[in-house]
């Protein structure tokens, strides 16, 4: 059962690395939600962690799965 991702601690230094391609904002795991203050919260559901603001440009993990939905090809 997925816990509610307000629960969620963020990834590891160790998990998310550096890359220069196949990160976070363009894997299909990758989603965002926002609070009740309308701030953006990036999150996994795969390893069921929150993504550090900025990391979901400059980093991936080993898991990394091609978004056959990107809808922002820049992103890409």
């Known amino acids: 059962m997925m816990q509610d991702w307000q629960e969620w601690d963020y990834l590891e230094d160790e998990i998310?690395?550096?890359?220069?391609?196949?990160?976070?904002?363009?894997?299909?795991?990758?989603?965002y939600?926002?609070?009740?203050?309308?701030?953006?919260?990036?999150?996994?559901?795969f390893h069921q962690k929150l993504i550090p603001q900025g990391d979901h440009?400059?980093?991936g993990c080993r898991y990394w799965r091609e978004n056959s939905?990107?809808?922002a090809p820049e992103a890409a």
């Open 69 to 71: 939905r990107i809808f």
């Open 57 to 59: 440009l400059i980093k």
């Open 33 to 45: 939600s926002t609070t009740s203050s309308c701030v953006t919260i990036l999150t996994c559901p």
């Open 16 to 31: 998310l690395v550096r890359k220069r391609r196949k990160i976070c904002i363009t894997c299909n795991h990758f989603r």
